[in-house]
């Protein structure tokens, strides 16, 4: 499974240790950037991950913010993506299990790295459920 991952400057710290803990997990990553804590615009990255989970370049994406709040906002301009902030590994498990996200967000500024893992992990690991949930999601473009 190929995974794509991209970052603001406030997320650079845990996406170099996601990239280096999914890597060793057996997951390809394709890494969105940005590299480095030079401030940047968070929409340049979300709109990069977001192509390349709506072209199938990526089967998922993970982004990573200061809050997580710019690149959900921004990733979720894009039809083909839906993407769930989470803070807490059972929020993890739910936005895969009830809305069948395909870009998992996490908030670097206000989680540990230990519940960061945990929360990919459990995104990562969880199905989603389907049935009614499925009904749901159905009802979301515009
Ligand atoms: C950057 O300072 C910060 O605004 C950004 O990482 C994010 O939290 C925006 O939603």
New binding site residues.
């Given amino acids: 499974m190929t995974i794509g991952i991209c970052n603001?400057?406030?997320?650079v710290a845990y996406k170099f240790r996601l990239v280096k803990y999914l890597e060793s997990q057996g997951y390809q990553v394709v890494n969105f950037g940005t590299d480095t804590e030079v401030s940047v615009d968070?929409p340049d990255f979300a709109h990069a991950l977001a192509s390349a989970v709506e072209k199938g370049e990526v089967d998922l994406g993970i982004a990573l913010?200061?809050?997580?709040?710019?690149?959900a906002i921004t990733l979720n301009k894009h039809q083909g993506v839906r993407a769930g902030l989470a803070w807490a590994s059972e929020i993890g498990r739910l936005v895969k299990a009830h809305n069948n996200a395909n870009v998992l967000v996490l908030p670097a500024?206000f989680i540990s790295w230990q519940m960061a893992r945990r929360i990919v992990n459990t995104w990562l690991t969880t199905p989603f459920e389907g049935g009614r949930h499925q009904r749901r999601i159905d009802k979301m473009p515009v």
Wanted: hydrophobic share 15%; net charge neutral.
């Fill in positions: 603001d400057h406030a997320g968070y913010c200061g809050t997580g709040n710019g690149m500024r």
